[in-house]
């Protein structure tokens, strides 16, 4: 499973980076602290790091279970698809709105695709004992 | 552990579910991405998801706790409970703000449990070493 | 590892605590549900929840990664030191914007000690299979 951690380490370290990001657009459009809101350029940067810290809370169990039930080298190789999508999101959404559907799409997938192969996984482990 | 970790699966695929219907209800109402707020009907969906991210990230460290540290069939049947409460919590809220308590009670209460009986097992177990 | 399990539910309790503050918060400032913006009282102490919310994604990987492959005495004093720092920013936060640095720090440093320090375990233990 080491490698399953490395990529929850990176992972998380890319959205912390992300968080960055939004501190440096308060900056830059003018959005003081604690605002969230009154600028779309700083909003959709916002964005980045709020949606994805909702995909993590189904990526970060979901590799793990799948590391555990099915494949650690599967479950990484997914997780390093979900990086650079993740990637691809926040480049595109920090340009427009209508730029975020590719790597929206090429992270939401892998996540999911963890979380329900580790779903079955689970159930798989259940029926055995 | 499995029906711990399938209840898990199903959670965050719940939270998943929740984060949809944010997406439909930005059509409906008229909140098209990046904007969070301007029309209360779409803000009662969006504050749905977001609170369920705020209670995950209890739920989740907590039911693998007391799973870990007093039952697995415990911790699986308090997440059951959290899974319907927070149906009931959805549907609630995206009808009106004050039809959320029922639904929030049902699942922040199992929630809380799982945390504090997880404490408590780790607290047993680090006496006992 | 009950040191660092010990240490994750108090973290998990500590946001609990915050998340009630946003709810005393929305009475006091008069900021009924789903509105979060308004009124700068109520913004700055609902950032406190979300932001925490933000580092916990990063600190609970790397509190459980750190435990397992360095030291599980060394992460939970390192939480520890997260527990502290998060209090000094939910109430410096409060207060004004611009108090909230010196707890901000002292959360944030330990939470990247604890990833980039399971990272360099994880990386370690992959190299030694």
Known sequence: MPLVHIVIALAVLQFFW???QVGRARVRFG???PAISGNP???RVFRVQANTLELLVLFL???WMFGTYLSP???AGLG???LIGRFLYARGYARA???RG???GLSALPALVLVVGGLVGAVRALSLF
């Open 18 to 20: 992300f968080g960055m």
């Open 31 to 33: 959005v003081p602290a």
């Open 41 to 43: 350029d700083f909003e």
């Open 61 to 63: 169990p979901g590799i």
């Open 73 to 75: 080298r599967w479950a």
């Open 80 to 82: 390093i698809v979900y």
């Open 97 to 99: 709105a209508n730029q």
């Open 102 to 104: 590719l790597g929206y």
